[in-house]
């Protein structure tokens, strides 16, 4: 067991990968000699060279399609763009390539790709680059999409990203990245799609991913003074999610409210929600309360960039509201 | 369109014949200069006491490409730029306490406090902005120089991007709809040397970016970007061009930022040696400076003067930026779309 970073136990899961496998390769602006603009790629340089670990030009379109052809031969290509705002100019060889090539060649391409999106994380950075856009990607059948929440699940989801057959989009939040936490040793393999129950309650269940975890132990806490026993469920895979931990403990807790740091409208939410209003309509004893950003750009200015990020607050109040 | 000088590998080319500037043309290049450069220090001072957070891309060093080509255009022409914008902004004639307060994320910024250093627009001034997304604002300057000649006047499009963005695709789609259609747009490459962390030889496999709309037979040209002059002669001559109709050219302007790319920067990919060397013998600003007092055209009083005018307008736009309220709370949700 030590203590790291998250970020750094990104870095530690690229390299035991690349240290396992030598067909897995780094692509990225600034991540080989300048280490990654947020430090997550680090000494990988000089540990694995240049071949493998490769600052690229600026160009997000033909990062992500060289990803895909390399991934069609066989490579597995880890990609860094360096803000998840930019992924929009990836999301045709995403979209259109990497997530239909399975399908649409017969099955005779695996594409086992990774690519890491830094998303949210209320640093200030305005409307370009602090935005979370994994809703799209979920939305996209033939894509994974994960979300590490904890350090050991910041290990442990990337290791299985790199491991999977199919692309992986790893989402990670920018305000985490210097958050420290326990990696044990020796990481159980995780399986993507399963959920982690942060925090056990019985009188409503707040599912949550991403920095939105901790915020939702907040406010778990805070309600627990005025003896309102919250779950906490950390979905940690959003495609696939886990449906059948959320539905597990809408039966446990009765109510429900999502919690995320993305736009509330369209979201992921809005997904879980829809889902446990069909097959979870029985054990319903309240509205389903979503928390998620307004529907607007992400400001600059602090106070109102404060404003606009979900916090415990809010998320307490969800619950409040649905316990009414 | 004369290719003065291809260098090939972003040094700066030989100066050549240097156009001649009269005393009002130095003077003026110099405050304009000067005012750009003692904002962006200021701006950089106000970041290390906290007021500022966030990105904020300083322009230090780069000040004769975007002071030289504001003297080429006319009011109505278009300035289109990135996020390394405050230069541009304060060129273009925007007031520099509105733009200081956007940094500070003010109500009086030009953009209320929503956008920050990177994204701030005058339409008054015919500043489109400001963008953050590395050479996305290519295209829309093809667009802003598409409007033009579809009413029909003569006004030109300054598009500004850097060495990094000319990697992008897009660059290259908005470059090829550029010459099919004539458009009025010039394009102005600041090759400051490196995108981020990354240096020119190791992104780029031309670095001769003048000769990158080649294949779309758009002209272009080197251009020292630390001479406010050549600045000015090469920009006027790809005005003139555009303005009469024969369309798009290539201006790569070979200038270099003091600076880090961004406030945080550890600047491990150059050494501080060559930060010093450009600056001791390219300043732009000094270079201005120095003819001007070679030529006996001014005393140094005069400068001093200059100087302490300067100031006072950045310290104003300081102590502005400070003390102007934050955004109100309900500014949150004003301005996504226009109210039904
Ligand atoms: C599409 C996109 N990719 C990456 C970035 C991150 N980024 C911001 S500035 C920059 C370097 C750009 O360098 P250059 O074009 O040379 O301009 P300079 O900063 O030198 O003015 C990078 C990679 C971004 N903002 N947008
Ligand atoms: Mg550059």
Redesign the interface.
């Known amino acids: 067991m030590s203590e790291v970073r998250f970020g750094q136990a990104i870095n530690r899961a690229l390299a035991d990968a690349m240290a396992a496998d030598e067909s897995v390769v780094l692509f990225g602006?600034?991540v080989a000699?300048?280490g990654g603009?947020f430090g997550v790629t680090r000494g990988l340089l000089d540990r694995f060279g240049a071949e493998r670990v490769r600052?690229?030009?600026?160009?997000?379109?033909?990062i992500v399609g060289a990803a895909v052809g390399a991934a069609m031969s066989g490579l597995k290509p880890v990609v860094e763009i360096m803000f998840m705002?930019?992924v929009?100019?990836s999301m045709d060889a995403l979209v259109n390539q990497a997530a239909k090539a399975r399908f649409m060649f017969g099955g005779q391409y695996a594409l086992p790709m990774v690519v890491r999106l830094p998303h949210g994380g209320g640093?200030?950075?305005?409307?370009?680059?602090s935005q979370c856009l994994e809703a799209w990607l979920a939305h996209v059948p033939g894509l994974k999409v994960v979300c590490p929440a904890t350090v050991a699940d910041a290990y442990a989801l990337t290791r299985a990203a790199i491991a999977d057959p199919d692309p992986v989009i790893v989402v990670e939040n920018k305000s985490l990245y210097a958050v420290k936490g326990e990696l044990p040793e020796s990481m159980p393999n995780v399986t993507i799609g399963k959920a982690d129950i942060a925090r056990p309650g019985r009188d409503a269940t707040i599912v949550t991913y991403g920095a939105m975890r901790d915020v939702s132990l907040a406010a778990a806490s805070a309600l627990a003074k005025d003896g309102i026993e919250a779950e906490v469920v950390d979905l940690r895979s959003l495609q696939p999610w886990d449906e059948t931990a959320v539905l597990a403990s809408l039966a446990r807790t009765h109510r429900l409210v999502i919690a995320h740091e993305a736009v509330e409208a369209f979201g992921i939410g809005a997904e879980i929600a829809a889902r446990m209003a069909d097959i979870g309509f029985d054990e319903l004893d309240g509205p389903i309360v979503r928390v998620g950003a307004?529907?607007?750009?992400v400001?600059?200015?602090?106070?109102?960039e404060a404003?606009?990020r979900p916090d415990a607050t809010r998320i307490a109040d969800a619950v409040r509201r649905t316990l009414a | 369109m004369a290719a003065t000088s291809h260098t090939g590998n972003g040094q700066f080319p030989d100066a050549g014949t240097p156009v001649q500037f009269t005393r009002d043309e130095e003077l003026t290049a110099y405050r304009e200069m000067l005012l750009i450069r003692r904002f962006e220090e200021k701006a950089g001072q106000l970041y290390g006491m906290g007021f500022i957070?966030?990105?904020c891309h300083l322009y230090i060093g780069q000040e004769a490409v975007v002071v030289g080509m504001q003297m080429a255009i006319k009011p109505g022409d278009q300035v289109i730029t990135t996020y390394r914008d405050h230069g541009h902004m304060l060129a273009t004639g925007m007031d520099a306490k509105g733009v200081m307060a956007e940094l500070t994320?003010?109500s009086g910024g030009y953009?209320r406090?929503?956008?920050?250093?990177?994204?701030m627009f005058s339409k008054e001034k015919n500043f489109y902005g400001g963008?953050?997304?590395?050479?996305a604002n290519v295209p829309l300057g093809a667009g802003l120089a598409f409007a033009n000649k579809y009413r029909g006047n003569d006004n030109v499009c300054l598009t500004y991007f850097g060495d990094?963005?000319a990697?992008?695709?897009?660059v290259y789609e908005a470059f090829n709809m550029a010459k099919l259609w004539h458009l009025p747009v010039i394009f102005i490459i600041e090759n400051n040397r490196y995108?981020?962390?990354?240096a020119i030889e190791?992104?780029?496999a031309t670095t001769d970016f003048s000769r990158r709309g080649a294949s779309f037979d758009i002209p272009g040209e080197q251009v020292d970007g630390m001479d406010v002059r050549a600045v000015r002669a090469a920009g006027e001559r790809a005005v003139k061009r555009a303005r009469a109709g024969e369309g798009p050219c290539i201006l790569e302007m070979l200038t270099y930022r003091y600076r880090g790319h961004s406030m945080s920067d550890?600047a491990?990919?150059r050494t501080r040696e060559e930060v010093e060397r450009v600056r001791e013998e390219r300043d732009p600003i000094e270079r201005v400076r120095r003819r001007m007092l070679e030529a006996g055209m001014i005393k140094e009083d005069e400068l001093k003067k200059i100087d302490g005018e300067i100031r006072s307008i950045v310290n104003a736009a300081a102590e502005f930026a400070q003390n102007d309220p934050?955004?109100d709370?309900s500014?949150?949700?004003t301005d996504?779309l226009l109210p039904a």
């Open positions: 602006e600034d000699a300048p603009p600052d690229t030009p600026i160009s997000e379109a033909a705002d930019f929009t100019l640093i200030n950075a305005g409307p370009q680059h307004p529907f607007m750009p400001p600059f200015a602090k106070e109102l404003r606009y | 957070g966030g990105f994320g003010r953009s406090g929503k956008g920050g250093s990177m994204h963008h953050g997304i590395v050479g990094g963005a990697n992008q695709g897009q995108a981020m962390g990354t190791r992104a780029a550890p491990k990919y934050e955004p709370a500014e949150l949700w996504v």
